[in-house]
C-alpha cells in the first residue's frame, strides 16, 4: 500500500512552488518544461514567461495523463529537445528548460553528449 502524499503530488508541489520563486526572482525570464519518460522526450509548455500557464498545463498533463514520468527518461532525447527549444529563442533574454522524471537511473547507454 502506497503512503500518502504519492510521489507525483510532492514532485507537483515542487515545481509549482519552484516555477513561483523562478519567476519572482526572475521577472522577464523564459521557462519551458518538458517531460522524459519511456525513452522519448516530450514538450508540456513551450519558452513563455507566464507561471500560471506552465502550472496549468502541467496540473493538466499530470492529472489526465496516468503515465506521467512512468518509465525510463532519456536524458539524450531531453538535451536535443531543450537544444530545439533554446536555438529559436533570441540571446538576450535568459532562458531556462525545467525537465521532469520520476526514475533514478536513464535509458541512455554511454556518453550522452557525443
Do not use: W
Request: glycine share 8%; proline share 3%; hydrophobic share 35%.
Amino acid at each position: 500500500r502506497d503512503m500518502r502524499p504519492t510521489r507525483l503530488y510532492v514532485a507537483k508541489q515542487v515545481v509549482s512552488t519552484f516555477i513561483d520563486n523562478y519567476f519572482d526572482q526572475n521577472p522577464i525570464s523564459q521557462l519551458a518544461i518538458i517531460q522524459l519518460r519511456n525513452g522519448v522526450a516530450e514538450k508540456i509548455t513551450e519558452l513563455s514567461g507566464n507561471a500560471r500557464h506552465h502550472k496549468s498545463k502541467l496540473e493538466h498533463q499530470m492529472t489526465q495523463n496516468r503515465h506521467f514520468g512512468e518509465g525510463m527518461p532519456s536524458m539524450r532525447a531531453g538535451l536535443e529537445l531543450a537544444q530545439q527549444l533554446l536555438e529559436m529563442q533570441a540571446s538576450y533574454g535568459t532562458r531556462e528548460v525545467l525537465c521532469i522524471y520520476g526514475s533514478l537511473s536513464t535509458s541512455d547507454r554511454g556518453d550522452i553528449f557525443r
